[in-house]
C-alpha cells in the first residue's frame, strides 16, 4: 500500500465516520446502552479495516461502514418508536432491591453479586443497605437508588425554618484597613465602624484583619490574632 493510497483510505475513512456520528446524534457517547456499546465498537473495527486492509476496496468498506450505522440508526428509531422493539433492543431497567428487600433474582438476571451491589451503593452514599427503599440496574449499567423516607435528605419546605436570602456581602474593613468606597455603598460612615468595633470589644482597627456586612444586616468579623484549639 503506498502513501497516496494510504492518504484517500483515511480521508475517505475520517469523513464517513464523522458524517455518521453526526447522523447517529452522539446515541454512541451518551448513555450508552450495551448494544451501543457494541456498535461503537464495531464501527471503528470497521473503519480500521477499510484504512489497514490493502485487499479490501475502500468503496466496499465505507459501503459497509454506512450500512452498518444505518441499522444502528434504525435500531434507535425503534426503540423510539415502540414499546415493544424498546424492550428488545435496548431492554429495561432491573429491579435489585424493592421495598426495602433485596431481590436475588434480579441480581442473577443482571449477573451482579452482593458485593457488586454493596460497591455501587457505596457510590450512591448508601453505606446501609437497610437505607435503601428502591435500587435499579439501569440499561447502560449504572446502579441508581432511592432512600427510605426517614433516610431522605430535607428540603427547606419540609421544615419549617426556611431562611431568607442574605444577599450580597459586602467588605467594609481588610487587613485592618477601612474600605471607604464600601462604606458609600452600604449608607455607613466611621462613626458606625467604631461602634461595631467596640460592640465586639476590639480597640483598634488594626486588630482587624477582615469584616464584611450582608444585605440581612448579619456582620462576620476576623481578627488578624488567631486563637485556634
Known sequence: MTIFEMFIRTTVSFIILYILCRFLNKKLIAQMTFFDFVAGITIGSIVASSMLTKGTPVLVGMVGLVLFGFYSFLSSIGAIKSLFGRKILEDEPTYLIK????LEEGLKK???????LSTGLRKKGFFYV???ETAFMETDGTITALAKPPYLSAMQKDVFNIQASRGNAQAFIIDGQILSESLRMLGKDMDWV?????????????????????????IYIDKRHDIVT
Do not use: P, S, Y
Open 130 to 132: 437497610d437505607q435503601v
Open 194 to 218: 467604631r461602634t461595631i468595633l467596640q460592640t465586639n470589644n476590639i480597640a483598634n482597627i488594626k486588630e482587624v484583619f477582615f469584616a464584611q456586612i450582608d444585605e440581612q444586616g448579619t
Open 99 to 102: 421495598n426495602g428487600q433485596i
Open 110 to 116: 443482571v449477573r451482579l453479586t452482593m458485593d457488586g
